[in-house]
């Protein structure tokens, strides 16, 4: 009789936890998550089910994927916004949702510090007591107008990344404006002509000896 009582009691169990499991649902939410201000899709979000282990990263547009149950609550941590959740509710039927979560971009205040260019209160009173004051507006103007000055800056000077990239994409847009006809004749461009005048000051348009 006890064998037979804890037959029956096994396979209740079973059987409810079967019909349990088959009356469990899932579903999938996608969605996006956006800056509430910008609109802009938030990278790299992580979106975690409350009070569960599982949980997906948004991509580089802010998209995401995850199988969740009716009734869950999805957290979502960004380093740059304050957290969000989103409650989904407990009576949803279809098999997938899409949702846009926006998140609020949070402001991080830093401690102020102060940058000074002596290490020291003694080095600061020892420069500040042989500061040369002798030279005047007038004459630092003069310094930086100074005709050797800018000459020897004309000839040093280059040009960095940044310059050199719009440069190059400005002769790009110039052949692409111009493309299948004959190029256009820059006679208004002070560039080409600062360009001209130095090819010339420097015999570029001399006659070789042969």
């Known amino acids: 009789m006890r064998s037979f009582l804890l037959i029956f009691f096994i396979l209740y169990r079973a059987v409810s936890f079967a019909q349990q499991n088959r009356e469990e649902k899932f579903i999938q939410i996608s969605g996006v998550v956006v800056d509430v201000d910008s609109l802009k899709p938030v990278p790299y979000v992580s979106v975690i089910i409350k009070g569960t282990k599982r949980g997906t990263i948004t991509d580089y547009y802010g998209f995401f994927t995850l199988v969740t149950s009716p009734g869950d609550e999805l957290q979502f941590f960004s380093l740059n916004h304050k957290q969000g959740t989103y ?44 500061l040369d004051l002798s030279e005047t507006d007038y004459d630092r103007a003069a310094k930086n107008l100074d005709r050797k000055e800018l000459s020897y800056n004309e000839r040093n000077y280059t040009t960095d990344a940044q310059m050199s990239y719009q440069y190059a994409l400005q002769q790009q847009l110039t052949k692409m404006y111009s493309l299948g006809q004959y190029p256009t004749i820059s006679l208004l461009n002070p560039i080409a002509w600062a360009q001209f005048i130095d090819a010339w000051r420097k015999g570029k348009f001399k006659n070789k000896k042969k």
């Not at 926006?102 to 102020?112: A, G």
């Open 87 to 130: 409650k989904l509710d407990d009576t949803l039927k279809l098999v997938h949702y899409y949702i846009i979560h926006s998140l609020i971009k949070d402001t991080v205040e830093l401690p102020s510090v102060s940058v000074y260019p002596w290490p020291s209160k003694e080095d600061f009173k020892k420069a500040f007591l042989n």
